[in-house]
């Protein structure tokens, strides 16, 4: 499902341009337009799906395809041997921006914790 005013929608369907490092028939990633660490990348479903709090059962192979997508950008990146942070934020509590689900995946320094 598409929604015309997602913008990770409208990048999905190509409609906005982005910096694209992965596409398959389910998932995209592509690098943050204000990047939080020098690795910034986010891995979204085709599929809008609004939060992780509305994954439904049936989404569960797209949960694991999008992790899956993320440890690869990680080794792709060259910073899987030195770590790296996966990080779904969820609600206004959780920082979330952008009501279209997605994993950042943030490296090339130190993590803090507890995050901000
Ligand atoms: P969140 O706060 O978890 O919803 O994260 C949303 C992220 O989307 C932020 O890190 C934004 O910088 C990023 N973002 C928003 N618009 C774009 C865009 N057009 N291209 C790439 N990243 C974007």
């Given at each position: 499902m598409t929604e015309s005013d997602c913008i990770f929608c409208r990048i999905a369907a190509g409609d906005i341009p982005a910096?694209?490092?992965?596409?398959?028939?389910?998932?995209?990633?592509?690098r943050d337009i204000a990047p939080q660490a020098p690795?910034?990348?986010?891995?979204?479903?085709?599929?809008?799906?609004?939060s992780v709090a509305s994954v439904d059962d049936e989404d569960q192979g797209l949960m694991g395809r999008l992790v899956t997508v993320?440890?690869?950008?990680?080794?792709?990146?060259?910073?899987?041997?030195?770590?790296?942070?996966?990080?779904?934020?969820?609600?206004?509590?959780?920082?979330?921006?952008?009501?279209h689900l997605h994993l950042h995946v943030l490296g090339?320094?130190?993590m803090g914790w507890p995050p901000g």
């Open positions: 910096d694209l490092i992965h596409e398959d028939d389910q998932v995209l990633a592509f690795l910034h990348v986010l891995v979204i479903p085709r599929k809008h799906i609004p993320a440890r690869d950008v990680a080794v792709a990146e060259g910073v899987a041997s030195a770590g790296y942070r996966l990080v779904i934020n969820a609600g206004s509590d959780g920082g979330q921006a952008v009501d090339g320094r130190g």
